[in-house]
């Protein structure tokens, strides 16, 4: 399947549980490669990171599990902490 990469703003992002994580915002492509690297959130869920001093979160590509009317990821527990925030 092919998709423009604009068609993915906007999609919202819930794991494999059920969990909503947020929405794309923005999509990091690996030029050298070919291939998209990770899709930027915003929108994020606030139940779902500390949002002081929260600068965005990105998620890597290789822990989406599909993409069509919703981005459907992985569910990592405790995956989303501060840590995974960008800077």
Known sequence: ???QITELFGLLIYTD???FVGEV???IIDVDNKKI???VVG???DQLVDLKNFKGLKIPYRIISAIDDIVLIRHLPGAFTQSQTME
Do not use: L, P, R, S
Request: hydrophobic share 40%; proline share 0%; no cysteine.
């Open 1 to 3: 399947m092919q998709t």
């Open 17 to 19: 549980k059920g969990m």
């Open 25 to 27: 915002e923005d999509v």
């Open 37 to 39: 690297e990770a899709i």
């Open 43 to 45: 929108k994020v869920n």
